[in-house]
Every structure is written in structure tokens, then in C-alpha cells.
């Protein structure tokens, strides 16, 4: 797909593969599964996951921004990938997506997070960090009248909050929520409203060719960008569809 597509267009790419997970993702709804099993393991995978980057990467645009969501499982080999396909010094950040709720492990810490490595095509990437402020936390002296340094200087808080760092808390899609579709690992839409808020802007294209439920599409409509989206699964083409509808009925 990425072929056909014009080079030098896209403001952001969110790509959120298969994670490597060894099983076939099942959902709730109707068909909704893809298969995560590589009998190759990671000798399988890594090829695979680098043939594509490769292939998306010229679609950025100069400036462009490249979020890749992995987890625990590959996230460190597939930094070392990003750092010899773009060079290390687009890297940008590695944004940690801490939630609650599933299993809890007795042997050892439970694993909570996911890792978004965000990644440039060059050296001043588009950083909307005011479309993207969150609340104070209600320890922070902000949340009360604010600061006030050593020599007297007070330092009011920002009636929208505090810059957001590099670890966000935002909660799985819950199973009762309005929001689910029962398409296996389906991310929150504030997740991809934040993402998108903060690397694009309005009338900017973001791509996503592993779109699944299509949350970041979603997210980029209401946002109003424009976006183009892919997934090898018919059934994740058929969600998105009916999401997208739903979307631009709201819009
Ligand atoms: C982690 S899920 C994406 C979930 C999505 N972000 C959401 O919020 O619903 C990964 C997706 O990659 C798709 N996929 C797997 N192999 C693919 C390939 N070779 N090309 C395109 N999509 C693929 C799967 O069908 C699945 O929908």
C-alpha cells in the first residue's frame, strides 16, 4: 500500500503493529482477530517490521513525525532499527502510555505501559505542546495559588494546566465504555487525540497502516485532519468504516 501512496506527504504516521505476542488477538465483536503468532519469532519479526518502516518512512513529510507503539517485547530492538534506518538524532521521545486495570502478576511486577517511540524525517519536528496541557496534580502547589520562589517572585498556574510530560496516564478503553467495538487491543481515543494535537494541525495528513478498529482516523476527524488508513484485515477495514461514518456524523 505505502508504494502507491505520494512520498513527502504525511505530517504523522502512528503505526501500532503486532507486538509479538506469540497468540491470535480475539476480540468481542463480530470477525474482529488478527494473528500475532510468528513461528520465527523475533528472526521472522524484526524483517518483517523493517520492510515496512522502510516503505512508510518516505511518506513523511520533511519535518514529519513517526510514532511506533510497541511494548516490552520488541520496543528496544526496534529503537536500535529507527536509530540506523533515520539516525539517532531523530529520535524525539519515548512516550510511556501507563494504564490500570486487567491481570495482576504474582511472580512479578505487573506490566502496565506501553512504549511510543516518536521519531522525526528532520530536525525541527511540528511540537503543539499548548494544545496538550493537563491538569495540575492536586500535590503540585499549581493546583492550589501557585509558587512562589525564594525571592518573593509568585508563579500563578496556567489556567490550563501543566505541560504534559513524557508519561501519560490514560485509561484502557474499559469493557463497558460506549467507546469499545470489541476489536482486540483497541487504543483510547484520547491517546490519539493527544498524540495528533500535539505533532499536527489542522487541515495536516496523518497516516496509520495498521489502523485496526480505526481509532487514530477517528481521533484525526475530529480533529479535523486529514488521514489515510490501511490494515491487511478486512474485518479491521469493515470497523473503521462503520467508526468513521459515526465520526463524520458527529463532525
Ligand atoms: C495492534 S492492532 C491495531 C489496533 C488499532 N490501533 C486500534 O486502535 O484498533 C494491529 C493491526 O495490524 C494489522 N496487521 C497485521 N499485519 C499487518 C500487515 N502486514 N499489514 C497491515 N496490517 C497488518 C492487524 O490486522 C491489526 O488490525
Same mark, same amino acid.
Given at each position: 500500500?505505502?508504494g ?10 502512528y ?6 505476542t506469540?497468540?491470535k488477538? @480475539? ?9 500475532d503468532?510468528?513461528?520465527?519469532k523475533l528472526?521472522? *519479526? /524484526? ?5 515496512? $518502516?522502510r516503505? +512508510?518512512?518516505?511518506l513523511?513529510l520533511?519535518?514529519g513525525s513517526l @510514532?511506533?507503539?510497541l511494548?516490552?517485547?520488541?520496543v528496544h530492538y =526496534?529503537k536500535v532499527l ?7 538524532d531523530a ?14 502478576s504474582?511472580?512479578?511486577?505487573s !506490566?502496565?505501559?506501553d512504549?511510543?517511540?516518536?521519531y522525526s &524525517?528532520?530536525? !525541527?519536528?511540528m511540537?503543539?505542546?499548548? =494544545? ?5 496534580k492536586?500535590t503540585?502547589? *499549581? ?7 525564594a ?5 500563578r ?8 510530560d513524557d508519561?501519560?496516564?490514560?485509561p484502557?478503553?474499559?469493557? +463497558? &465504555?460506549?467507546?469499545?467495538?470489541g476489536?482486540?487491543t483497541q487504543?483510547p481515543?484520547a $491517546? $490519539?487525540?493527544?498524540?495528533i494535537?500535539?505533532?499536527s ?8 497502516f495498521f489502523? %485496526?478498529s480505526g481509532?487514530?482516523l477517528?481521533?484525526?476527524?475530529? /480533529? ?11 474485518a479491521?477495514?469493515r !470497523?473503521? %468504516?462503520?467508526r /468513521?461514518?459515526?465520526?463524520? =456524523?458527529?463532525?
Amino acid at each position: 500500500m505505502a508504494g502507491k501512496l505520494p512520498k513527502s506527504s504525511f505530517r504523522l504516521l502512528y503505526l501500532d503493529p503486532p507486538f509479538l505476542t506469540g497468540v491470535k488477538r @480475539v476480540g468481542t465483536g463480530s470477525d474482529y482477530s488478527y494473528d500475532d503468532r510468528w513461528p520465527g519469532k523475533l528472526q521472522e *519479526y /524484526l524483517p518483517w517490521l523493517e520492510k515496512n $518502516l522502510r516503505a +512508510m518512512i518516505p511518506l513523511l513529510l520533511p519535518n514529519g513525525s513517526l @510514532v511506533l507503539h510497541l511494548d516490552w517485547r520488541v520496543v528496544h530492538y =526496534a529503537k536500535v532499527l529507527l536509530d540506523g534506518i533515520l539516525g539517532a538524532d531523530a529520535f524525539q521521545n519515548e512516550i510511556i502510555w501507563h494504564y490500570t486495570g486487567g491481570g495482576r502478576s504474582k511472580c512479578r511486577f505487573s !506490566c502496565k505501559h506501553d512504549s511510543l517511540l516518536w521519531y522525526s &524525517s528532520g530536525n !525541527c519536528p511540528m511540537f503543539n505542546i499548548e =494544545a496538550v496541557r493537563v491538569a495540575y496534580k492536586p500535590t503540585s502547589g *499549581y493546583a492550589r495559588s501557585g509558587i512562589v520562589s525564594a525571592a518573593g517572585k509568585h508563579y500563578r498556574p496556567h489556567p490550563k494546566g501543566t505541560p504534559v510530560d513524557d508519561v501519560w496516564d490514560i485509561p484502557i478503553v474499559n469493557p +463497558m &465504555s460506549r467507546e469499545r467495538v470489541g476489536y482486540p487491543t483497541q487504543k483510547p481515543l484520547a $491517546l $490519539l487525540e493527544r498524540l495528533i494535537s500535539a505533532l499536527s494541525s489542522p487541515g495536516d495528513l496523518i497516516g496509520d497502516f495498521f489502523c %485496526g478498529s480505526g481509532t487514530t482516523l477517528v481521533a484525526a476527524e475530529r /480533529l479535523r485532519r486529514l488521514w489515510v488508513g490501511g490494515d491487511v484485515s478486512p474485518a479491521a477495514i469493515r !470497523c473503521t %468504516g462503520n467508526r /468513521l461514518k459515526e465520526a463524520t =456524523a458527529e463532525t
